[in-house]
């Protein structure tokens, strides 16, 4: 079956503190993509990254960084030195066949 | 920004009506998605499309259809509405070789 599981439903944090959101995801495909989007107070969802299967290359983008583990089927994001502009609900995603399956989210609150 | 409308961006209606929402992309992407989003449920893909004409069900496509004749336009209508489908729902285009998806500004639709 495809699914993805994002356990921590709400996190919270201080400003300035690191937090890790978690993504686990299950797959029949050899071959799939995994995504993170964020979706701020506002409601639009904006595409964060891309990260396919045969990469498993951790990627750092400015306070941002994501850990792929294959092994564990884990596709982890961490917010360094987070800021109030971090807090939103982030959603973790995988691709299954032509169909992409997101995960429940964790929302994620800064606390100034 | 993907050039992705949607309309309306907010609907009431009654119970038992048809409901049609419309997804425009000016980009010519050939993959677009319906997806609607819960509570607790995350994003859950309705239907999806691989070109004009060319559609193909999702995880919860029960009381949906959808049509796609031309390129730029996907529509998906609610046949007769229920108080089940009150949803935020979000339109989605694929972004080819890339596998991403860039999503519109969503429709908030309550059913009475």
């Known amino acids: 079956a495809q699914k993805v599981t994002q356990a921590q439903t709400e996190i919270s944090v201080v400003e300035k503190e690191d937090v890790t959101l978690d993504c686990v995801y299950e797959?029949?495909?050899?071959?799939?993509?995994l995504f993170w989007y964020k979706q701020p107070p506002s409601g639009e969802l904006v595409f964060l990254i891309r990260?396919?299967?045969?990469?498993?290359q951790n990627e750092i983008s400015g306070r941002y960084s994501w850990n792929f583990q294959k092994s564990t089927s884990s596709f982890n994001f961490t917010i360094t030195a987070s800021q109030v502009v971090d807090s939103a609900v982030y959603f973790c995603?995988?691709?299954?066949?032509?169909?992409?399956?997101f995960g429940t989210g964790t929302s994620l609150t800064v606390i100034p | 920004d993907a050039g992705i409308t949607q309309s309306p961006r907010h609907k009431v209606t009654e119970t038992g009506t048809p409901v049609t929402l419309r997804c425009h992309q000016t980009?010519?992407?050939?993959?677009m998605y319906w997806y609607r989003q819960d509570p607790g449920h995350g994003l859950r893909l309705i239907h999806y499309?691989?070109?004009?004409?060319?559609?193909d069900k999702g995880e919860v496509s029960d009381g949906y259809s959808v049509s796609r004749s031309k390129t730029e336009d996907f529509l998906l209508t609610l046949e007769s509405a229920t108080s089940s489908q009150t949803s935020v729902y979000f339109c989605?285009?694929?972004?080819?070789?890339?596998?991403?998806?860039?999503f519109g500004p969503g429709t908030r639709l309550t059913v009475t």
């Open positions: 797959t029949r495909d050899t071959t799939y993509y």
């Open positions: 499309s691989y070109g004009v004409k060319d559609t």
């Open positions: 990260r396919n299967s045969f990469d498993e």
């Open positions: 989605a285009i694929m972004v080819s070789g890339g596998y991403e998806q860039y």
């Open positions: 995603a995988s691709t299954g066949g032509n169909q992409f399956y």
């Open positions: 980009e010519n992407h050939r993959y």
